[in-house]
């Protein structure tokens, strides 16, 4: 159950081209891997180690976390009863300000953060999303830097870049840069929950040597995605709010990535959210979208994540009800509205045919390049 449009035409000669930056990297002689790709190296174990020790350290309490305990506390399986408490959560977290309502999405997320990727893998989050982007980044280009906005725990972050390195693999092809000039992280993995980053670091850093093992069996010197970076860690990690994206940022990247973000945000904050990715993004430059529609939460579905967080999370979430909406909000500067490059849609679960991951690519606006009509 899906569909695509926008599939762009192989420009041989580039290919070409590329094939040979490549292979000028330089090809050492194949030896035998240190270990199979499952088997993490002894740097990566301590990270883990490190990292895991973080995550379990508690956080300091204060009045939002009494709040956060008392709303868990007052939700449980008579969903006939939940209906008005969660309606009295919506209520008061409608009723707090942008950085009360940021701070207290930051507490419910870490509350999560042991759980999520359990949660996503039982209710068929995961599965369509890794569907929907082995597909669409096969036949499509996407520039660098990366940013992933709201990475969480870095699932989707992971298999993007394990395709795209993939891809060019294939290709024998370098990956593409939005400035040829460019210099800098080639990743910036950011969340608000810093426990759903400190995942994200440890995800990320086994993928890496991964990738660099197997570039290592196949006797190439790095893997396409790091092959033209040689400054210290390609990757960045960060617990920006999409409100104070860092300066430096803006007009940086060639790809955002946004995961089921947009269903957590407010009404008013939707259009907030849009503008701080069209400052961020460069001319020419895609914004991935992965939203599911219609949006819900699934306390039923899983054995894994506490029911009452989830609950919290559906009280507190304001989904986007058509596919419509979601691109109109994306407008350049000047109110020019993004060019439609792709869109695709996986089934989440076999019960429901109308619970729907949709993954959605659209181009920001450069000089001379032609607007594509957006379609819906």
Do not use: C
């Not at 930056?21 to 740097?43: C, D, I, M, V, Y």
Request: charged share 30%; aromatic share 8%; proline share 7%.
């Amino acid at each position: 159950m899906a569909s695509s449009t926008g599939k762009e035409a192989t420009k041989a000669d580039k290919q070409s081209q590329g094939s040979l930056a490549l292979k000028e990297k330089g090809r050492k002689k194949a030896r035998t891997p240190p270990g199979p790709l499952s088997s993490p190296p002894p740097s990566v174990e301590r990270k883990k180690a490190e990292l895991a020790s973080k995550l379990m350290e508690p956080e300091e309490r204060d009045k939002e976390d009494e709040e956060l305990d008392q709303m868990l506390s007052t939700l449980d399986e008579d969903e006939a009863k939940n209906a008005d408490r969660r309606k009295a959560i919506r209520e008061r977290f409608i009723a707090k300000s942008e950085e009360g309502r940021q701070s207290f999405v930051k507490k419910v997320y870490n509350r999560f953060s042991p759980h999520y990727d359990h949660y996503m893998e039982e209710t068929g989050h995961y599965p369509a999303i890794r569907r929907l982007l082995r597909k669409e980044v096969s036949v499509h280009t996407f520039h660098f830097p990366a940013l992933d906005i709201s990475a969480g725990t870095a699932v989707p972050l992971e298999f993007f870049l394990g395709e795209v390195n993939k891809k060019h693999l294939i290709e024998e092809s370098p990956i593409n840069f939005i400035k040829p000039d460019y210099k800098g992280p080639l990743i910036y993995v950011n969340d608000l929950a810093d426990k759903m980053i400190v995942q994200a670091e440890v995800r990320l850093e086994m993928l890496k040597k991964n990738l660099e093992t197997e570039a290592e069996n196949l006797g190439l010197s790095a893997p396409p995605l790091f092959a033209d970076f040689s400054n210290g860690n390609p990757m960045v990690y960060k617990n920006y709010s999409f409100r104070n994206l860092h300066s430096s940022l803006k007009r940086r990247f060639g790809t955002i990535i946004v995961s089921q973000t947009f269903h957590i945000v407010g009404y008013k904050d939707k259009e907030n959210l849009a503008r701080a990715i069209n400052w961020a993004l460069a001319p020419g430059g895609r914004v991935i979208l992965l939203e599911e529609f219609d949006w819900k939460a699934s306390p039923k579905l899983t054995k894994q994540a506490p029911p009452s967080v989830i609950r919290v999370v559906g009280a507190i979430a304001s989904p986007i009800k058509t596919k419509k909406e979601l691109i109109m909000l994306f407008k350049d500067s000047d109110g020019v509205p993004y060019d439609m490059v792709a869109r695709s849609i996986e089934r989440i679960d076999r019960e429901d045919p109308g619970h729907e991951m949709t993954i959605t690519i659209l181009q920001k606006p450069s000089p001379g390049n032609p607007t594509i009509p957006l379609w819906f």
